[in-house]
């Protein structure tokens, strides 16, 4: 079992920026790929970037590359999501979430362990 819990969510200005942190626990290996995924209010879970276990390959969405980064300090169990240049669009639930056969994959249904989220508001 595995267990993922965000960090460092919070209320920040149009034009911000905010680090996100996932704390991985549990039974894990070097196969798995992390991964960030948002919900805004009524909208569905989309994917936001990913990242092998081993940090050496990453994948962002297209719509959030140059603003959102994701990474992974080896030595520590986190994955971690710096989000720059934040606008109120990126007002969401950030969830983390693990995918075991190290898939950097956009589809939700590829991951198998999810954390409970930490909230991100951006103002304008």
């Known amino acids: 079992q595995v267990q993922l819990v965000e960090s460092g969510g919070g209320l920040v200005q149009a034009g911000g920026s905010l680090r996100l942190s996932c704390a991985i626990s549990g039974r894990t290996f070097s196969t798995y790929a992390m991964g960030w995924f948002r919900q805004a209010p009524g909208k569905e879970r989309e994917f936001v970037a990913a990242i092998t276990w081993r940090g050496d390959s990453t994948y962002v969405t297209d719509s959030l590359k140059g603003r959102f980064t994701i990474s992974r300090d080896i030595a520590k169990p986190t994955v971690d999501l710096q989000m720059n240049s934040l606008k109120p669009e990126d007002t969401a639930i950030y969830y983390c979430?693990?995918?075991?056969?190290?898939?950097?994959?956009?589809?939700?249904?590829?991951?198998?362990?999810w954390g409970q989220g930490t909230q991100v508001t951006v103002s304008s």
């Open positions: 979430a693990a995918n075991v056969y190290g898939l950097l994959s956009p589809v939700e249904r590829d991951y198998d362990y």
